[in-house]
């Protein structure tokens, strides 16, 4: 599969990340990135949300499940022949994610929750030969997904797709966007890993501006647990569903 299909998996973003000569983009954004070398840097993706999910009205009309999961185990993806010849590029991972609950399901949804599903994840930016020299990378304002720590996401099930020349992209769950992966260490809602680095609820509560008008359901719910989750779902207002397209790429399989 080209490298292009393997990182539109990622997180639920629309998105082809190209690394060149110390400047990656993703999407139509740029990323931020460390320049010293150690090993606390991290490259920071910014890239366009695959579907709406900022709000808890967004996540009832276009997630099938929302599930709390705990990354058990993870392999890397090893970059491209192209990218070792060059000396620089990506190395993703393959994360396999437990579902430890299932919070909210779509009425009538067709396919149940799973038990344990596997993520594209991001995982390095390398330099150097044998991709000796790494630097993590993570999507913007979105968490890394690392093991130790728990998250909630808003998954959808995407059947499989197809593009000319390539193999096929087998059928997956996919999350919706930026805000639809969610930390959730403790069960408390915005604690934990957050771009690669912890992250504490009490501390985005003690800075957040509470008069902000374009609040995310994230930051509405930072500090407070699945209850108060549960009870947001199933009060949100559904939305008129708009139809988005598939890559331009890709096509249903026959």
């Not at 392999?75 to 437990?98: A, F, Y």
């Not at 099930?157 to 996919?174: I, T």
Request: hydrophobic letters at 35%.
């Amino acid at each position: 599969m080209k490298r292009t299909l393997r990182i539109a998996a990622l997180a639920g973003a629309v998105a082809t990340v190209v690394v060149a000569t110390g400047l990656t983009t993703h999407d139509s954004g740029t990323v931020r990135a460390g320049t010293s070398g150690k090993s606390n840097d991290i490259v920071i993706a910014n890239g366009s949300d695959r579907l709406p999910n900022t709000t808890a009205s967004d996540w009832i009309t276009y997630a099938d499940h929302v599930v709390a999961v705990t990354p058990v185990a993870e392999s890397e993806i090893p970059p491209t022949p192209e990218e070792v010849e060059r000396g620089e590029g990506m190395i993703l991972r393959n994360v396999e994610l437990r579902v430890d609950d299932i919070l909210w399901s779509k009425p009538g949804v067709d396919r149940p929750a799973p038990t344990s599903f596997n993520w594209v994840a991001y995982g390095w930016t390398f330099s150097g030969p044998e991709t000796s020299q790494r630097v993590k990378m993570a999507g913007e304002d979105e968490p890394r997904l690392e093991s130790g720590h728990s998250y909630l996401m808003a998954i959808e099930w995407q059947e499989p797709r197809c593009s000319p020349g390539d193999e096929p992209v087998p059928g997956q769950w996919r999350g919706l966007g930026e805000d639809s992966t969610v930390p959730f260490d403790g069960q408390v809602i915005g604690e934990g890993e957050m771009e690669g680095k912890p992250q504490s609820a009490a501390k985005v509560l003690a800075t957040r501006d509470i008069d902000e008008p374009d609040m995310s359901l994230e930051d509405e719910m930072t500090g407070q647990d699945a209850a108060a989750l549960d009870k947001a779902l199933d009060t949100a207002p559904p939305q008129t569903e708009e139809q988005f397209g598939p890559d331009p790429a890709e096509t249903a399989c026959k």
